[in-house]
């Protein structure tokens, strides 16, 4: 079976993140309810304050800006750190990898997030330092292991190609 473009259409743009969002609204788990509730109200402040003070003009290029340009943004700087990983783990190195030879304008675009196992481990550790913390065994213990962001692309379009396209 292929990569639905229309499933990874609503990654791309967020909408599978903002309908889990509302679904974690509705959920009968308090913890992912209220949790949900907090993100929610969150947007909902936020909103009420842009509509108060930023004309609507501001909003609507805020919005398209956001759908646009930062979510996709988004979405492919995170992409190589969890494409093909195990979703859901309680080991903290199956759901990431690390992408050891990033260029240095690669690292600051991601702000260091090339080192995302490293991230997962050790939250604390300011970005720029997370290479300090690279153990090579343990980055690539459980997931495909790619040394940089040109390298993981040529790997996901490669895989596109060798999959198919379906709608």
């Known amino acids: 079976e292929g990569i639905s473009l229309s499933k990874l259409s609503l990654y791309i743009f967020g909408i599978a993140k903002y309908s889990s969002l509302v679904m974690g609204c509705l959920s009968k788990?308090?913890?992912?309810?209220?949790?949900?509730?907090?993100?929610?109200?969150?947007?909902?402040?936020?909103?009420?304050?842009?509509i108060v003070i930023a004309p609507s003009n501001v909003i609507f290029y805020l919005l398209i800006s956001l759908v646009c340009v930062t979510e996709p943004l988004h979405f492919f700087i995170e992409m190589p750190?969890?494409?093909?990983?195990?979703?859901i783990s309680l080991e903290r190195y199956e759901n990431t990898r690390t992408?050891?030879?990033?260029?240095?304008?690669?690292?600051?675009?991601?702000?260091?997030?090339?080192?995302?196992v490293e991230h997962h481990l050790?939250?604390?550790?300011?970005?720029?330092?997370?290479?300090?913390?690279?153990?090579?065994?343990?980055?690539?213990?459980f997931n495909p292991a790619f040394n940089s962001y040109s390298e993981f692309y040529s790997y996901f379009i490669k895989e596109i190609f060798k999959q198919g396209v379906s709608q």
Request: aromatic content about 12%; glycine content about 2%; some cysteine.
């Open 29 to 50: 788990d308090s913890a992912k309810r209220n949790s949900s509730l907090r993100v929610l109200l969150f947007w909902a402040l936020l909103s009420i304050l842009l």
């Open 81 to 87: 750190e969890h494409y093909g990983c195990k979703s």
């Open 99 to 116: 992408l050891r030879d990033a260029s240095l304008l690669m690292r600051l675009f991601t702000n260091w997030n090339n080192f995302h």
């Open 122 to 141: 050790y939250q604390w550790v300011l970005p720029e330092d997370l290479h300090l913390h690279h153990d090579k065994e343990k980055s690539q213990r």
